[in-house]
């Protein structure tokens, strides 16, 4: 059982922002910018491209509202897509607020956020997936 498997049984604590049947979705705890989000698909798969295809094809469609919701949430000219995949064995894609394609640079020091930050970050994705 991967690490984010095991986030979405519950198993290890998660900040969600929103879950369907195939996907599920959280703030990522060292993100590159507030805003940051991990989308998963929930059946456990190594590379993002061995996904089956309807799963590919239904996550965007699952990730586009999120995405929506973190631009309303984060001053950014949009909400970058990335697919690295290197750090869990479990295909994801980041989901993060951008101003220029430098701000996608996994190779950057990551932020450390207080629970309160991170709860904070949570409530304005989630506020702007109700709005």
Do not use: W
Not at 10 to 37: M, Q
Not at 62 to 81: D, H, S, T, V
């Amino acid at each position: 059982m991967t690490l984010f498997s095991k986030i979405i049984a519950g198993e290890i604590p998660s900040y969600k922002i929103a879950e369907n049947e195939k996907f599920f979705a959280f703030l990522d705890i060292f993100p590159l910018v507030k805003g940051h989000v991990l989308v998963v698909p929930k059946i456990e798969t190594d590379k993002f491209f061995d996904v089956p295809d309807e799963y590919l094809a239904e996550l965007l469609l699952f990730a586009k509202p999120i995405a929506k919701a973190i631009e309303k949430a984060f001053p950014c000219n949009r909400c970058g897509i990335s697919v690295v995949g290197l750090e869990v064995p479990h295909a994801h894609m980041h989901l993060v607020p951008i101003n220029n394609a430098d701000d996608l640079n996994f190779t950057r020091p990551k932020l450390v956020l207080s629970a309160d930050e991170l709860k904070s970050v949570q409530e304005k994705i989630i506020g702007g997936l109700e709005g």
